[in-house]
């Protein structure tokens, strides 16, 4: 193992533990979820680490990717970093294979990541965190579309959900 790595390695499972020493003295907010959940993911390749912290912050409410429009709900990962993005993806589909899903499988699940206006991935056309949603979609071998005319949102049809959890579960 590298020296590089083992310093990699050292220094998120210090920021682990200091994050684990002082959240009950002090109130962690999204910054310092945000902070963990990228030390965990881009330096760490700590996938279900992350999770578990990012799905401790969504059962605080301190971090939200809900967002209504009109009658219709929508995951907003829109001002998400790419790793809180990608574990927001990943804990979701996750939790449909669980006793309490955090999302119905008889909806399509629309997902807004942003159109990149700023910073656009030119290898499909999306944003950054569009790209980084789609990596994880690919993962769980999951079809997705954009909503017509708009790449900064992605939908998941409800018969590819329900079909992923068929899948799964047999």
């Known amino acids: 193992m590298s020296t590089q790595v083992v310093v990699t390695v050292f220094i998120f499972v210090e920021a682990l533990e200091m994050y684990e020493a002082y ?12 902070t963990l959940v990228d030390a965990l993911i881009s330096k760490g ?16 409410s ?18 998400f970093s790419t790793s809180m993005a990608q574990i927001a993806v990943y804990s979701l589909l996750n939790s449909l294979l669980t006793i309490h899903p955090r999302w119905d499988v008889a909806d399509d699940l629309i997902i807004i990541v942003g159109k990149g206006r700023n910073n656009r ?4 056309g999306t944003s950054q965190i569009g790209s980084k949603v789609i990596d994880v979609l690919e993962g769980f071998q999951m079809r997705y579309d954009f909503v017509q005319g708009n790449t900064g949102r992605i939908c998941v049809r409800s018969e590819v959900l329900r079909q992923y959890v ?3 579960m047999q």
Do not use: C
Not at 45 to 60: D, F, I, M, P, T
Not at 62 to 79: A, D, R, S, Y
């Open 23 to 34: 959240k009950n003295v002090i109130t962690p907010n999204f910054v310092t979820y945000n």
């Open 45 to 60: 390749k700590q996938v279900e680490l992350a999770a578990n912290v990012y799905n401790e912050a969504v059962n605080k």
């Open 62 to 79: 301190v971090i939200n990717h809900w967002k209504l429009e009109g009658n219709v709900e929508l995951m907003n990962l829109h001002h």
């Open 121 to 124: 991935d030119s290898s499909n």
């Open 166 to 168: 068929k899948r799964i």
